[in-house]
């Protein structure tokens, strides 16, 4: 079982960027998919970026282009770079890894305002 736990999230101008890190303890050798995913209030919870085990990585499209997210493997972290953020980006971010079911993280607020 893993524990993973989030930061780097607050409060950032709309324009600016933050860069969220996600510390995975524990070993879990079934872990096939690291993520990151957003929820903001009344809706459900969304897929922003992901990295699997063979290093494909996928983005949403809404952040193509703007996010880039890593894994450290040796470190054992995955990172979110956020640029170019904007109002719509507000919401509490989730790391999360799949071995077949979700390991979530407890959240972290990242808020884009003037």
């Known amino acids: 079982q893993v524990q993973l736990v989030e930061s780097g999230g607050g409060l950032v101008q709309p324009g600016g960027s933050l860069r969220l890190s996600c510390a995975v303890s524990?070993?879990?050798?079934?872990?096939?998919?690291w993520g990151w995913y957003r929820q903001t209030p009344g809706k459900d919870r969304e897929y922003v970026a992901y990295v699997r085990k063979d290093d494909e990585i996928s983005y949403a499209d809404f952040v193509k282009g703007r996010f880039t997210i890593s894994r450290d493997k040796a470190k054992n972290t995955v990172d979110l770079q956020m640029n170019s953020l904007e109002p719509e980006d507000t919401a509490v971010y989730y790391c999360?890894?799949?071995?077949?079911?979700?390991?979530w993280g407890q959240g972290i607020q990242v808020t884009v305002s003037s």
């Open positions: 524990g070993t879990n050798d079934k872990i096939y998919l």
């Open positions: 999360a890894t799949v071995d077949g079911r979700f390991t």
